[in-house]
């Protein structure tokens, strides 16, 4: 059973647009949310994160939004620049401070 | 500043040879991780240990063991590979376990079992 999910296998945007990126999850334990990016042939890089005490943070381009009724959370990038193309995955935890990654979402953003 | 290191970057096994997987980080983290990436999945926690000389099973540590050498060094090894454990494996390192502290992750390594 897939506890954090990405639907959306993979995403288009134009440059300078934004980019919408979206994760849900059935655990409401999950306290802890996180956001990766994966480059080809190139480990998961830490890009944001979000504690459930919030519903939203914000570094530079890139904003995470938590909706804890809706078990939601997505993950904004204003604007779009051609090197975020990549693999972004979510992450969830709770107390066991497992982290529980979700099947990823390609971004690809074109001129 | 190398940060997590994995060797090797590809392996082909037949079934039923046995490998260790090597990775090592620089940053002196306390906590370590082993997860395995398979097409349509996540990245699935094998095995992790919190500090040296400590190791605890994740979501799916069956036909691995790990070895934490010391701070730095933390070892996957396949006894009996199987086809089933094809996959990319990741190395990640972290200051302590916990949550709120992100992982870093080394570039991986290819595994393909005939």
């Known amino acids: 059973d897939q506890q954090v999910k990405q639907n959306s296998p993979s995403l288009s945007v134009q440059e300078g647009r934004i980019s919408i990126l979206n994760c849900d999850y059935t655990?409401?334990?999950?306290?802890?949310f996180l956001w990766y990016k994966k480059y080809p042939a190139e480990g998961p890089t830490f890009l944001i994160s979000?504690?459930?005490?919030?519903d939203k943070n914000e570094d530079g381009r890139f904003t995470v939004f938590l909706n804890k009724s809706a078990k939601h959370l997505s993950l904004h990038i204003v604007p779009s620049q051609p090197g975020d193309s990549a693999v972004y995955f979510c992450?969830?935890?709770?107390?066991?401070?497992?982290?529980?990654f979700g099947t990823g979402t390609r971004l690809q953003v074109f001129p | 500043n190398a940060g997590v290191t994995q060797t090797p970057k590809f392996q082909v096994l037949k079934t039923g040879q046995s490998m260790t997987l090597q990775c090592a980080q620089d940053?002196?983290?306390?906590?370590m991780y082993w997860y395995r990436q398979d097409p349509g999945m996540g990245l699935r926690l094998i095995y992790y240990?919190?500090?040296?000389?400590?190791?605890d099973k994740g979501e799916v540590p069956n036909g691995y063991n790990v070895s934490r050498l010391n701070k730095r060094e933390f070892s996957l090894r396949l006894e009996s590979a199987a086809p089933s454990q094809t996959s990319v494996y990741f190395c990640?390192?972290?200051?302590?376990?916990?949550?709120?502290?992100?992982?870093?992750f080394g570039d991986g390594t290819r595994l393909s079992i005939l």
């Open positions: 979000i504690s459930s005490i919030k």
């Open positions: 990640a390192s972290s200051v302590i376990t916990g949550r709120s502290q992100p992982q870093h």
């Open positions: 240990s919190a500090s040296e000389g400590t190791t």
């Open positions: 655990n409401s334990m999950f306290d802890y």
């Open positions: 992450a969830a935890a709770y107390n066991t401070d497992k982290l529980i």
């Open positions: 940053m002196n983290h306390n906590s």
